[in-house]
């Protein structure tokens, strides 16, 4: 054995942020993140802190399709499966035996050398690869309770055998490089629980990558490590091991205990004792109470600091994707003004009065119809109570032509809305996720249409109200008024109003001859609410994409709660 075991590693550094963290006096807590932390710390446990971090990150989304997103979604997983195989039940049950994970490359003698260690064959070994499909978990019969609860129970098939020390489990894990898919995830994810990594590597495969790889995550989060260089031929020992413990030195492990194990040549079942006799020596030492708690403890630290790191650059993809979405609504901000601007100049320009609308002011000013003559020679409004309604009811159907001109109009504007804001988020220059937010931005024609349908009934519906406001009104011509309330009807006047702001000359000069001023205040008045009407038309577009953005992860405080969880875990160790 070249080193001692209890050396510490070299940890990873944190990575630099430029955001505002929790401690900045920049930053500042939303409601609900200052209850977060609301509860003292001493009322919180470090497993309740951890449970809540754990809870925190697995409900932690990137909606949007940003670049190095793939990243943050393979970290968050990676991390839930840090809390969930290893910090969660190792905090919940801190008596548990320590795991020890035996794992390395195809072929390497995972599963000789743990049947060796116990004395019995618990595990297959053979030429056949990948050998190790179901994972075995081999410990001493009475430490079966405590491992109990372990969530690795779900994964392994559970052996107990008195020869292994009281206080250790080891579990032979698959192969890292295995040739399915499914060994390689469970491999990784049972390097998650480990309390200690047991790495076998060969004389002729210790230099390959992925090992490497693999043990560098274990630095970072300074995991205890130790290393078994089996198969080794005696002429090539000393260089092959001189050059082994140099790449330990570079990658932070100089102080992970190296065991090596000669080549016995072509052999069936366990090694001979003697041949691995310093491992088993080493874990019966550790698997003392003091030796595995300090195993544990310090694996257990090592994990928790490197939570911070972890965290920290989750919270920084977190904010990337809330800064794409204020980019995006930016975008779409300046890409509304445009349809409003024409929305405006649509109604300017009389659409609303084309077609059926000015066809019907034509049949109602025909001669010998209701609306030709309205105005004596002497200026006095003809007509008589009897001809006001006459009139009204004359006028009945113009009110339906004005609410179907104005739906289709608004319809249309809502359309065009859309089509602008959907185009500003597509090509080269669109910003970052903006294809996300279109695929969440669901087509609402028949919505639309009812929007408009509802916005130009409630526009009919202002004209009457307008112009029962401008008949009561307590100034001007009030003899006036009553004339034409009485010949015209409170309909008539309500329909000759709103097909004047539609776009119908002939009827805004009809309410200037009857009302004068007040006539062209009210035309101008109905006008600008339709105007109104129809850049809020291309505002429900607007809200429509809103809605595609709405979502928790996107927040401008979304980041805050898992930076709040990470300040509670620091309060607390």
């Known amino acids: 054995m070249s080193a001692q075991p209890g050396t510490e590693p070299a940890r990873a550094p944190a990575p630099a942020s430029g955001r505002v963290a929790p401690s900045s006096p920049g930053w500042a807590a939303s409601p609900a993140a200052v209850e977060m932390l609301a509860r003292p710390l001493a009322q919180t446990s470090l497993l309740d802190a951890v449970r809540d971090l754990r809870r925190d990150v697995d409900a932690t989304a990137f909606p949007l399709e940003i670049p190095g997103v793939d990243a943050a979604r393979g970290s968050r997983a990676r991390l839930v499966d840090q809390l969930d195989e290893h910090l969660v039940p190792r905090l919940t049950e801190l008596s548990a035996p320590a795991v020890v994970v035996v794992a390395g490359s195809t072929g390497a003698g995972k599963s000789t050398l743990v049947n060796s260690l116990v004395g019995q064959e618990v595990t297959a070994a053979g030429v056949l690869r990948p050998t190790t499909r179901q994972p075995v978990l081999v410990h001493h019969p009475l430490d079966t309770d405590l491992l109990s609860h372990h969530p690795v129970l779900a994964e392994v098939e559970a052996v107990a055998v008195d020869t292994v020390p009281r206080g250790i489990a080891i579990l032979d894990a698959p192969d890292l490089d295995s040739v399915l898919d499914s ?238 804001l959907r185009h500003a988020l597509t090509g080269p220059a669109a910003p970052a996720g903006a294809a996300s937010v279109l695929a969440r931005w669901p087509a609402h024609d028949g919505t639309r249409a009812a929007a408009a349908e509802r916005a130009a009934r409630a526009w009919v519906g202002e004209g009457a109200r307008a112009v029962r406001s401008t008949l009561a009104a307590g100034t001007g011509d009030a003899r006036r008024r009553e004339q034409v309330a009485r010949a015209v009807g409170e309909d008539g006047l309500t329909a000759l109003a709103l ?75």
Request: no cysteine.
């Open 183 to 420: 060994n390689r995830d469970t491999a990784h994810r049972l390097l998650e629980a480990a309390d200690l990594w047991l790495f076998v590597t060969t004389a002729a495969r210790y230099g390959d990558a992925l090992p490497w790889q693999v043990l560098e995550a274990a630095v970072e989060r300074s995991t205890s490590v130790a290393m078994v260089l089996n198969r080794v031929p005696a002429a090539s020992l000393p260089t092959v091991r001189g050059d082994l413990l140099d790449r330990l030195r570079v990658h932070g492990l100089a102080g992970s205990p190296l065991f090596v194990i000669p080549d016995v040549g072509p052999h069936a079942g366990p090694l001979v004792p003697s041949t691995v006799a310093p491992v088993l020596r080493w874990l019966t030492m550790l698997a003392g109470p003091d030796r595995a708690r300090t195993v544990v403890a310090r694996t257990l630290r090592g994990a928790l600091d490197a939570l911070r790191p972890w965290v920290d650059e989750l919270a920084e993809a977190v904010q990337d994707q809330v800064d794409a979405a204020a980019r995006i609504a930016e975008v779409l901000d300046a890409a509304t003004a445009e349809p409003s601007d024409a929305a405006a100049d649509t109604v300017g320009a009389g659409a609303v009065a084309d077609g059926a609308v000015r066809a019907r002011w034509a049949e109602l000013r025909a001669a010998r119809a209701p609306f030709a003559r309205l105005v004596g020679r002497s200026g006095r409004v003809r007509g008589s109570a009897r001809a006001g309604r006459a009139r009204s009811a004359a006028a009945a159907p113009m009110l339906a032509d004005l609410t179907e001109s104005a739906t289709a109009v608004l319809t249309a504007i809502g359309q065009r809305g859309e089509e602008t």
């Open 499 to 573: 097909a004047a702001a539609a776009g119908v000359d002939d009827a805004a000069e009809v309410a200037r001859t009857l009302l004068g001023e007040a006539g062209d205040t009210l035309v101008a008045t109905l006008r600008e609410d339709l105007v109104r009407r129809a850049r809020a038309q291309v505002d429900v577009e607007r809200a429509a994409a809103d809605a595609a953005l709405d979502d928790q992860d996107l927040a401008a405080d979304a980041s805050s709660r898992l930076r709040l969880r990470l300040a509670v875990l620091k309060g607390l160790t």
